[in-house]
């Protein structure tokens, strides 16, 4: 089997794993769950905290939930799907890969991480 196939249906595999797994259990009822060590150290709120409920309450259908738990990664979701695609297929779509990730690409994804940042912890 070539290579490049066995690293999509690894790559699609895990990711069934990871929604199963958020699907089945609740990370607010369950202690194992991974928590975040930035806010435990920091107590500010890192661009990713709530992304964990946030993917429970969309596998169950509850949008306006996960809007609540993290609102920013819940938009950002149509890109990062949009990313593995690409990823999967830059050889195919030279020209697209390397637009999209391109400096000023990059620089605007992470602008947008830092601001939410900001905005989660000092917007009020």
């Known amino acids: ?14 990711g069934a794993a990871v ?14 769950m991974p928590q975040c060590f930035f806010r435990h ?3 500010l709120e890192c661009p990713g905290c709530g992304a964990q409920r946030m993917l429970h309450a969309l596998l ?3 949008l306006l939930g ?9 938009l950002m979701i149509p890109l990062l ?9 830059r050889t195919r779509y030279p020209a697209l890969y390397a637009r999209f990730y391109s400096l000023p690409v990059i620089i605007s994804i992470a602008l947008s ?3 939410w940042f900001l905005i989660r912890n000092f917007g009020d």
């Open 1 to 14: 089997m070539n290579i490049r196939i066995v690293k999509r249906l690894a790559a699609v595999g895990a």
């Open 19 to 32: 929604c199963l797994l958020y699907l089945l259990a609740d990370p607010a009822d369950h202690s194992w």
């Open 41 to 43: 150290l920091t107590g």
């Open 60 to 62: 169950h259908g509850d």
């Open 66 to 74: 996960a809007w609540g738990y993290n609102p920013f990664l819940l």
């Open 81 to 89: 799907v949009f990313m593995g695609w690409l990823e999967m297929r």
């Open 113 to 115: 991480v830092v601001g």
